[in-house]
């Protein structure tokens, strides 16, 4: 069965506000880093998944993003998906 690789980017939504965030854009300039106007902190969560198609896969994925990954009263999230070949390299799906 095929395999597929992928990758949810979650992020809180523009109206929340993100306090971690904000802490770390502060801490920038005491670094010596000037300029970073904005910064906003997410998370990545990355899986492997075997499903018969890649429509399959995505719906999965898809379904625990919007139950388990995300909480989506505060978060928006993004999705790619790329199928595993044989030799363990990403492929397009």
Do not use: C, Q, Y
């Not at 690789?5 to 010596?32: K, M, N, Y």
């Not at 000037?34 to 719906?59: M, N, Q, Y």
């Not at 009263?73 to 799906?93: C, F, R, S, Y």
């Amino acid at each position: 069965m095929p395999r597929f690789h992928a990758r949810v980017l979650v992020s809180l939504r523009p109206s929340v506000l993100d306090p971690a965030g904000e802490a770390t854009r502060a801490a920038t300039s005491r670094l010596g880093v000037e300029g970073v106007s904005r910064l906003r902190i997410g998370k990545a969560v990355e899986l492997e998944i075997e499903a018969p198609d890649a429509d399959t896969a995505r719906s999965r994925v898809e379904l625990l993003s919007d139950r388990l990954l995300a909480n989506p009263v505060i978060e928006n999230w993004e999705l790619e998906l790329n199928e595993i070949a044989a030799n363990g390299a990403d492929l397009p799906a």
